[in-house]
């Protein structure tokens, strides 16, 4: 693989249950991120880790948790999915916070 | 009103002409990126940016700090060159996005 790769690529869930949405980027930046994109409300940020073993909230943290456990993936988990978390899904990564971007190609994820 | 506003919001041009897009914000950042998204959703960062300007091929990104603006140009624009381009402000760990700006070029 090169630069970033999420999984799944789509993903239809029923209202309840859990889901971890995984990124993992192999270009051994130290700062990742999850982001949400809707329709009219743009790309909102989850959450962020700076580095391996840090996490932070972002914009829109609520029924989102994360782990950075090593440089390399930063799974983002929905532990009871409801129907306003249907959105795509954008996980990005840096070199630092202060460095261009690489996102990933993004998870469309439906909760019926 | 949002702290990031592009404009225009959809923007049609000609293949060749000239274009610009615009970003104000109005929070405190220190860095500005310009990011491209391509009709299937795929999202490319264009340029991180703290003062002055860069360029990059036909792509020219500037940003004036005390106006709190941004600019977009691209020259001889090209129907490949059609996405939605989205600025986004950085600050303390928060990033803060626009509802990006449609670009269509015609051939």
């Known amino acids: 693989i090169a630069g970033i790769t999420q999984a799944p690529t789509s993903q239809i869930l029923a209202a309840g249950r859990r889901m971890t949405l995984r990124c993992t980027q192999d270009?051994?930046?130290?700062?990742m991120y999850w982001y949400r994109q809707d329709l009219g409300l743009g790309l909102r940020l989850i959450h962020y880790?700076?580095?391996?073993?840090?996490?932070g909230k972002g914009e829109v943290p609520d029924g989102y948790s994360v782990s950075r456990a090593n440089t390399d993936d930063f799974p983002l988990t929905l532990a009871s999915a409801v129907p306003s978390q249907t959105s795509v899904y954008f996980c990005?990564?840096?070199?630092?916070?202060?460095?261009?971007?690489?996102f990933g190609s993004g998870t469309r994820l439906t909760v019926v | 009103k949002n702290e990031v506003e592009q404009s225009p919001q959809n923007l049609t041009a000609q293949e060749g002409e000239f274009i610009t897009i615009n970003c104000s914000y109005s929070?405190?950042?220190?860095?500005l990126h310009w990011l491209q998204q391509h009709p299937g959703g795929g999202i490319v960062s264009l340029f991180m940016?703290?003062?002055g300007k860069k360029k990059h091929g036909r792509l020219i990104a500037t940003i004036n700090i005390q106006e709190k603006h941004s600019s977009l140009h691209i020259t001889a624009s090209h129907p490949r060159d059609s996405a939605v381009y989205i600025c986004?402000?950085?600050?303390?760990?928060?990033?803060?996005f626009g509802a990006g700006t449609r670009l269509t070029v015609k051939p």
């Open positions: 990005a990564s840096s070199e630092t916070a202060h460095h261009g971007y690489t």
């Open positions: 270009m051994r930046h130290n700062a």
């Open positions: 880790s700076n580095t391996a073993g840090t996490t």
């Open positions: 929070v405190g950042i220190s860095a």
């Open positions: 940016l703290s003062s």
């Open positions: 986004a402000v950085y600050n303390n760990n928060d990033m803060r």
